[in-house]
């Protein structure tokens, strides 16, 4: 699926000490610990697949150096193309990332308009990252537990309303929380660069560009990007998703 990565300069990212959170101990109605839905056990499969192995493996190795030793980040992936391959690329990243650490991985949800993970994990109509965002309720009351080992996972929740605005100090305080919560966050933003992922990408540590090849043309990767960089995103490279045409 990921046929190349174009690398950016290390940044100074904004670290804070290894969190050891408590694992979420709520899980989607339904659901157990030991019953995952179809999208979790091919992601556990595909982790272990040795080709889409070696390729996250280097992909994960290039992020993880972008931060200081023993430190974590906060890392959202937004994209030019299709917002499945966004999704794709999150869910493979943070289930590398738990192979990686002894503490927590959260993996969330802020595709506004797909809602991708949402569908993926059969959490549609749970509450979560909009709830928080709009209600000032912390995070941690909607985060739920994976059939993955130090994977938790955050649903977009309801859709947004234009009479319910996001403020730029709840996404502030919401990427702080994750920073104390989790050795690693993990952000899937979707293709559609909606407000909320602009205020999102301002705040996490590192922003990277999924781009699907065949679906998005190189104007589209542009603007994307400058978008991006003009909400704030500290945006650190581009990954290449797809069959090469």
């Not at 709520?26 to 999208?39: D, H, L």
């Not at 299709?82 to 990686?100: F, K």
């Not at 690693?184 to 407000?195: E, F, I, M, N, Q």
């Not at 205020?199 to 065949?214: F, H, K, M, N, S």
Request: glycine share 6%; with cysteine.
């Amino acid at each position: 699926m990921m046929s190349s990565m174009v690398d950016a300069p290390t940044m100074a990212a904004h670290v804070s000490p290894v969190p050891h959170p408590a694992p979420p101990n709520r899980f989607i109605a339904g659901k157990s610990p030991s019953v995952g839905t179809t999208y979790e056990m091919c992601l556990a499969l595909e982790h272990d697949e040795p080709r889409l192995a070696r390729q996250f493996h280097r992909l994960v190795e290039t992020i993880v150096s972008q931060f200081p030793p023993e430190r974590g980040g906060t890392i959202l992936f937004a994209g030019a193309g299709s917002s499945s391959h966004v999704a794709d690329v999150a869910g493979y990243v943070a289930r590398q990332l738990t192979q990686r650490c002894s503490s927590g991985v959260i993996l969330v949800d802020a595709d506004e308009t797909d809602r991708v993970l949402s569908q993926r994990f059969a959490a549609v109509t749970e509450k979560g990252l909009v709830e928080t965002l709009q209600d000032d309720i912390p995070a941690t009351k909607f985060v739920v537990a994976t059939t993955i080992m130090r994977l938790a996972f955050l649903a977009f929740g309801e859709h947004l309303t234009a009479r319910r605005t996001i403020a730029p100090v709840a996404v502030r305080d919401v990427v702080t929380e994750w920073r104390a919560n989790y050795r690693y966050t993990v952000v899937a933003a979707g293709a559609t660069l909606c407000p909320l992922a602009g205020l999102l990408a301002r705040q996490c540590d590192a922003t990277y560009l999924v781009v699907q090849l065949g679906a998005a043309d190189r104007q589209q990767t542009v603007i994307t990007a400058q978008k991006l960089t003009a909400a704030g995103a500290r945006l650190l490279g581009s990954i290449a998703t797809g069959v090469r045409p």
